[in-house]
């Protein structure tokens, strides 16, 4: 029944050509499975009709997934029925005749009842062109549109009209001063206003034949800082032979001042980043990356305070081009060869299993499989605590991080609904198919377990810690948050721009039990997994991290399974 009510439910996804498809190659399965359907003439030639609507709906632009299965279905049904158009006159068929042609109706319509099941999540959703529009007609187009259809617009606060006035003058001033940088900035600016890690420009090459982005942050003084909770701009990093290195900055020194300001406020007042800064965790990392950087050869005079010295430095540093080199140090990549899933036994009969992405990778094809195997093999090892590792995740399988949660649950429990805009009601619904429950499966850990997260556990990495959150045998452990950009890409909302850009922005809503936007930041990035143990990053914890080389949040995890 539930399987019935999930078809039937599906049929809000599809467009009208799709219905019609649909209903002509129902109605010709059922014609020859069903005798009371007579054998006359005119009734030869709907599979023919299929065809040609199918071709209608293409040329109308429909190239989905959903409405290529549809074309399929209808293509199939064509040339398995052609033969009888070619027959001048018709014979009743026998039974074995009429059971050989249901057949093949069976056949012709099961991509249909595949693109039912999967209607909602490979839906169409046109691509807008905007890019034959001046700057600022293409801008209005775009708010115009993801004011209707952007997931998040509510939960946001977003005001619309506030943002098309905020923003159209500087796209007209862009398109009168016929200046494609400030063009560019300004579309990233409005971007990454919605503090979403989902939104991109698609084929923005940052760091290969971006001009706009060189031309601004393209140079490096050999240094990348970091922010400690007490306010104080530190450097995480020093490039050997760097300008940095030869004016006598060390790892630790305390920058008083840059370019003029403030360290604090140097720092505050940057804005460029590689993505979106969905949380406030995030954002302060980003910051601390960018506000070093520079537009090559601009000289920019800092202070700093080398660590255990009272004196206070200065001097004129000129960024040079590093190839953008603090940046590439500063990015975790994840590597090929690197395995999904792996763990071992830590301290004192501890269990570490380290979650790298949630997708098969070259050299494991299962990582549920190998969280399984490895959670038999710490259960006979009688371990007396978990370590679950997810920092630097940036997602993959909903449905896979569903199945793995299944072994530190003991009931069955609401992993996800996920809502849509649907075009012909206007608002955003649930779609039934792809509501996922985490049920508990036959390996079960149910003793202590830590969770660290960190602000790049992203999109399905963050589900893991938002589903295990408040259980009382589980700890969330980190510096920041995860990183506050859970919502859904399955037929992302998409819109050509001037200048040659691709926007591309989510399209569903992932929502708790209560059916509530779950894991997206909201109007004061706040959101994601929050850290039930926040590990404070102060003098000590920098030393031990950056300097020494120490996994400070491990310890903190290792402390709470050890003590409680």
Known sequence: MSFILDMI???????????VLG????FVLLRYALPVIG????????PGAGVLVALLSFLNGDSSLLALLFYASSAILFICTAGRLLKSTKKPMSPKRRITMAAVGLLGVSPVLLALFMAGEVRYNPVSDFSHKSYSEAFVAMNERLSVEYPFG????????ETRKRYEPLFAKAEKDKDS???????????????????RIENDRLYENNEAFRRKVGGGVGISALRLDNGNVVVCLVLPGSPADKAGIELGAVIVSWDGKAAREALEQTTWSEKPMATEGEKLYQQGRFMTRSPIGKQVRTEWRNPGKDDVESATLTAYDDQYETLKRTTVKLKKEELPVEGRIVGK??????IRYFLPGEKQSDPAKELEKLLLEFQKKKIKGLVLDLRDNPGGDDDMVANMAG?????????????YYNRYTGDFRINRVETRTVKPSKVNYSGKIAVLVNHNTGSSGEGLPL????LPNVRIVGFTSTNGSFGVVSAPIEMKMPGGFTVRFPDGRSLNRDKTIQGDSDDRGIGGAAPDLVVPMDDRTFRTTVIDGQDAELNVAMAFLENG
């Open 467 to 470: 589903f295990l959150k408040g």
């Open 407 to 419: 072994h530190f649950v003991s009931e069955k429990r609401i992993y996800e609904y996920v809502s």
């Open 181 to 199: 940088t400030l063009y560019y900035k300004t579309l990233r600016d409005y971007l990454f206003s919605f503090r979403d890690g989902h939104i």
């Open 23 to 26: 209903a002509i190659d129902f």
């Open 349 to 354: 009969d501890y269990g570490y299993i380290k």
């Open 39 to 46: 054998d006359r003439r005119w009734l030869d030639f709907i």
């Open 154 to 161: 509510d939960w946001k606060k977003i005001d619309w009209e």
């Open 9 to 19: 439910d599906s049929l809000k996804w599809l467009t009208v050509w799709e219905m």
